[in-house]
């Protein structure tokens, strides 16, 4: 168990909706990050958070959009979905500055956009 | 060019064997080297993680990373069939930054 949990394991949906993923880090990470893997693609990074604030952006579409709470657990927003947003999205937490700074995923989340 | 490149494979390999796994990747600034691996797109499993160049070993599992040439490497000794799955390479500049990730490369353990 690497510590991070997503939730929900598993999501269908149709075309047009709006979901909400959400991921609870390590204790005492103050990182998060949210990939997307395609079916045999690699992870695509989407965006990282640090302490509540955003920290970097990746390729993430202006659909697609997140936050991280106070109590650090993020959510990834997605809305106007479509079929090509079919994908496993992971979220990963890691330490602070200086702590160590291995990256643990969760399990993910399966999105199904029909 | 990609900054990081993962031969995809499919690798198929005797149970018994040394496995090699390579990445290599264009920008100098990458300081932290990790391998995952990940079974039937579950999440991703940390299994090395390497600051700089250097070996690591752990059990079966040795990292070497060679800067100079901007090539990484895992060795899988005694490779058994519980080791079929996904190994991806993940680089990163510093210790908060995002993981550039290889795009995994399949192993089959046949026994």
């Known amino acids: 168990d690497s510590g991070v949990t997503q939730t929900p394991k598993h999501l269908i949906t149709a075309t047009g909706q709006r979901v909400t993923l959400r991921c609870s880090p390590r204790s005492g990470d103050l990182s998060v990050y949210w990939y997307q893997q395609s079916l045999d693609q690699g992870l695509q990074f989407l965006i990282q958070?640090?302490?509540?604030?955003?920290?970097a952006k990746g390729n993430i579409l202006e659909r697609f959009s997140a936050q991280q709470f106070p109590d650090l657990h993020s959510e990834l927003n997605l809305s106007s979905l479509e079929l090509g947003d079919s994908a496993l999205y992971f979220c990963?937490?890691?330490?602070?500055?200086?702590?160590?700074?291995?990256?643990?995923f969760g399990q993910g989340t399966r999105l199904t956009v029909v | 060019q990609k900054e990081v490149e993962q031969d995809p494979g499919p690798l198929s390999v005797p149970e018994g064997a040394i496995v090699s796994l390579n990445c290599t990747y264009s920008?100098?600034?990458?300081?932290?080297f990790m391998w995952y691996r990940q079974y039937s797109r579950k999440g991703p499993e940390l299994l090395m993680y390497?600051?700089?160049?250097g070996n690591k070993e752990d059990g079966r599992f040795t990292a070497q990373v060679d800067k100079s040439s901007k090539y990484i490497s895992l060795f899988i000794r005694d490779s058994q069939p519980s080791d079929s799955a996904t190994y991806l390479c993940a680089l990163r500049n510093s210790g908060n930054t995002p993981l550039v990730f290889g795009k995994g490369t399949r192993l089959s353990v046949i026994a």
């Open positions: 990963a937490s890691s330490g602070s500055w200086g702590e160590r700074t291995e990256a643990f």
């Open positions: 390497t600051y700089s160049s």
């Open positions: 920008n100098s600034a990458f300081q932290y």
């Open positions: 958070y640090y302490n509540g604030e955003e920290r």
